[in-house]
């Protein structure tokens, strides 16, 4: 990649008109993966062209899978079977990307060579003993560097044995990575969870017509079936989508329209939790798209209020909570969050980043070991410099809060965005956002 990028954004006048966001990150790496693992060809439309899944897509090719992309967004993957990966020539570098570099140790975990799979700064910093741990109890060989982060070492040639697995925070990257590993051991993988996470890997198996036991709180399949290769048509983004519809609900008289999003309901917190503070966010034209609902969102200049978001909410919405915080800024009222700690290890330390950059817009705001608290005001923000921390949610959410400025947002390295949205300054401007950026 090249140097850092660094935005500056004007304050805003007009935030309207129709917003089409890339496609889904989470539901794209996992059509990769299921489509390098099963039998005949996938076909992939609505691919998201981005780096955290090229780099998925890289590994795919790495491991001998076959995918031909003639169009930007469309792929044909040639399935090499459940046990048919090879060996890497080298280490597979998943980039920014906790749910590449997850996922894919849990579809090696059962093959019969050895891999390492590193990351980025960031992505070398985040947990990896929630899955080296219960990969290990059904036999897997997983080593970590000693602080339990990446490189991780995936030993090959280990038979695997289905386990229960009660999942103590509620990820889906961990959830699916055992279910994944589980494909390839003997007998039962049962994942329990106490809260909701995201169903993608899930619903896309079934679609690959494995068999997959859903229950109240509960997952499970049984290792060595068979994966048939399908169509899938990928939703776009809700994740990308969420700053669009914050950054209308804080403007004056704005209103977009987002065509085609997926609204899962095991990933729409954002949703659920600016309709609870008093959005006007609709949802039109419901309909399925290759088994993930989709529809097409409409949101409008709202009066906010603040709320308490925890529990279920937090994890059915944990990636929207920064930009959430600048909707809470905006309400009227202290929006309070807890239950959240898991934001603290993702591409950043998201509680810390969105602390201090609300602060220097001038919001009172505390942050908390698992949340953060939020006094609304109807002040404007004030100029201000802020980090995003190398962390692509945190720039984009500050190039929103140019809608309610009183001056300029500088936003510093924002080069991350290309992780998930690389067309977002362009989509930003379409709208009213005028993202200016100097290297
Ligand atoms: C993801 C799951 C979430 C989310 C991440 C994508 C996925 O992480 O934050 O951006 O695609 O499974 P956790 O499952 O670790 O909470």
């Known amino acids: 990649m090249s140097g850092p990028i660094h935005w500056t954004v004007p304050p805003a006048r007009t935030f309207a008109g129709e917003v089409r966001v890339p496609g889904d990150k989470s539901i794209s790496h996992r059509a990769v993966m299921l489509g390098a693992i099963a039998n005949g060809e996938t076909e992939v439309t609505g691919f998201l062209e981005a780096e955290d899944t090229r780099a998925t897509l890289r590994a795919a090719r790495a491991l001998g899978v076959t995918v031909v992309s003639d169009d930007a967004g469309s792929l044909r993957i040639r399935g090499a079977g459940r046990e048919g990966l090879r060996r890497p020539a080298g280490p597979l570098y998943l980039g920014n990307s906790g749910t590449g570099l997850r996922l894919l140790a849990g579809l090696l975990a059962g093959h019969s060579f050895d891999s390492t799979l590193i990351g980025d700064e960031s992505l070398s910093r985040r947990p990896m003993r929630r899955i080296a741990e219960p990969l290990a109890r059904m036999g897997a060989r997983v080593e970590t560097a000693p602080g339990g982060t ?20 509620a990820s889906a990257q961990v959830k699916s990575c055992l279910l994944l590993a589980g494909l390839n051991a003997r007998g039962r993988t049962r994942i329990e969870e106490n809260a909701p996470s995201r169903d993608h890997t899930e619903r896309m198996l079934a679609g690959f017509g494995y068999e997959v036991e859903r229950s109240r709180g509960g997952v499970a399949l049984t290792g060595g079936g068979e994966l048939t290769g399908q169509s899938i048509s990928v939703p776009r983004d809700l994740s990308s989508a969420a700053f669009f519809l914050v950054g209308a609900c804080i403007a004056p008289r704005a209103r977009v329209r987002l065509p085609g999003v997926g609204v899962n309901p ?18 039109e034209n419901r309909r399925d798209s290759g088994g993930e609902p989709v529809a097409d969102l409409v949101a409008e200049a709202s009066r906010l209020k603040g709320i308490e978001i925890e529990g279920d909410l937090v994890a059915l919405g944990i990636d929207e909570i920064p930009v959430l915080l600048l909707a809470a800024a905006r309400a009227e009222g202290v929006t309070v969050v807890s239950g959240a700690a898991e934001l603290r290890v993702k591409e950043s330390d998201r509680l810390a980043a969105m602390e201090e950059g609300l602060r220097r817009l001038g919001v009172p705001v505390e942050a908390r070991p698992d949340g953060v608290v939020v006094h609304g005001s109807g002040e404007p923000f004030r100029a201000a410099r802020v980090a995003s921390h190398g962390d692509h949610r945190i720039a984009m959410t500050f190039a929103l809060a140019a809608l309610a400025a009183d001056g300029p947002i500088e936003i510093e390295d924002c080069e991350n965005v290309a992780t998930s949205f690389p ?7 379409a709208v009213g956002v005028e993202v200016e950026e100097r290297e």
């Open 423 to 429: 067309g977002f300054t362009t989509e930003a401007r």
């Open 266 to 283: 095991t990933r729409d917190g954002v949703l659920r939790i600016l309709r609870r503070m008093g959005a006007s966010v609709s949802l």
């Open 150 to 169: 990446p490189p991780l070492t995936v030993r090959g040639g280990q038979r695997l044995a289905g386990i229960e697995h009660r999942l103590e925070v």
